[in-house]
């Protein structure tokens, strides 16, 4: 199946690439202002990065760290997740590290008279506190609007997508959890201090919480239930670009008393954008609701694809 492609097409696609950029801006800031300055181990590519600082013994600063592993991330991806992957996660690959050592420059050299060094507060005592508030708060809304825009962070969820390509029994989000949970234990025996360590379980909570908020719930799956006219089109799209399949069901306008076809269709977070681009190429005037799924069973979901 071809798409033409339109001006609307054009505009939506450079939305998309300047909301990747922005909610990788966020994510940065949060990350460089926030987290690392106060050592908080909350996982993810951070969280691998200062810890590789204390125990590494080379005087290397803690952006490079974080400049290293993403890119190395990134390739591992390439090579055994496939282009699809490091397609979505190219962009933030790309700005992520610059913009990192950007914000973090801001708080080494104490620019603007030290307004970004939160050591500097004459709150200090509660200095940390806010850090892991409104540092998990901005790492999980920049990572929300980069899933919202079709993009990837990448960081650690390579490591635990390749550890679900090896036994492809286990569920994608426990591996998630499982490698975000084994940095998290880390950071507690090489930065040994246990409130640090607490706060940095607080602040990843809150980052989880927040993205969950962002994309409108907790589930990462999401039901989507389509009214159009153009049904076959919409449902070769989805199998062909989203390798998903659709449930067409006749209904009836209680209204116009018109016969109408309505798809329903399982898709994840990271989809969203894919499936939006399908119904507007094929029908822009199609009705859709899109609501939270508390589980999803079957093929595709908790069964492998055939």
């Given at each position: 199946m071809t798409f033409k492609v339109s001006k609307h097409d054009v505009l939506n696609y450079i939305k998309n690439l300047i909301l990747v950029i922005f909610g990788t801006a966020v994510l940065a800031f949060g990350t460089a202002v926030f987290i690392v300055p106060f050592d908080l181990v909350t996982g993810g590519v951070s969280g691998l990065a200062i810890v590789l600082e204390k125990i590494v013994p080379f005087a290397l600063s803690i952006d490079f760290y974080i400049t290293a592993l993403t890119w190395i991330l990134f390739f591992l991806g390439l090579i055994f997740l496939g282009r699809g992957f490091a397609i979505k996660t190219l962009l933030s690959t790309v700005f992520y590290p610059i913009l990192f050592t950007l914000f973090y420059n801001l708080v080494e050299n104490q620019s603007f008279g030290g307004l970004f060094v939160l050591q500097n507060s004459a709150y200090n005592e509660i200095a940390v506190l806010l850090a892991a508030v409104f540092g998990g708060a901005l790492v999980g809304a920049g990572c929300a609007i980069t899933f919202v825009a079709g993009g990837s962070t990448g960081g650690v969820d390579v490591l635990a997508f390749l550890i679900c390509k090896m036994f492809q029994r286990v569920k994608s989000s426990y591996v998630i959890f499982g490698v975000d949970a084994a940095i998290v234990i880390c950071g507690v025996?090489?930065?040994?201090?246990?409130?640090?360590?607490?706060?940095?379980?607080?602040?990843?909570?809150?980052?989880?919480?927040?993205?969950?908020?962002?994309?409108?719930?907790?589930?990462?799956?999401?039901?989507?239930?389509?009214?159009?006219?153009?049904?076959?089109?919409?449902?070769?799209?989805?199998?062909?670009?989203?390798?998903?399949?659709?449930?067409?069901?006749?209904?009836?306008?209680?209204?116009?008393?018109?016969?109408?076809?309505?798809i329903i269709v399982s898709f994840s977070m990271r989809e969203y954008s894919d499936l939006m681009n399908i119904i507007n190429h094929a029908d822009p005037g199609a009705f859709m609701m899109i609501s939270k799924a508390h589980e999803n069973h079957g093929e595709g979901w908790t069964r492998d694809k055939k």
């Open positions: 025996f090489i930065i040994n201090d246990l409130v640090l360590s607490m706060l940095g379980i607080c602040s990843a909570l809150i980052c989880a919480a927040v993205i969950d908020r962002v994309f409108l719930g907790s589930s990462s799956a999401y039901v989507a239930q389509i009214i159009s006219n153009n049904c076959e089109e919409i449902s070769r799209g989805v199998i062909e670009k989203l390798d998903r399949t659709t449930t067409i069901v006749d209904a009836k306008g209680a209204y116009s008393g018109e016969a109408k076809k309505l």
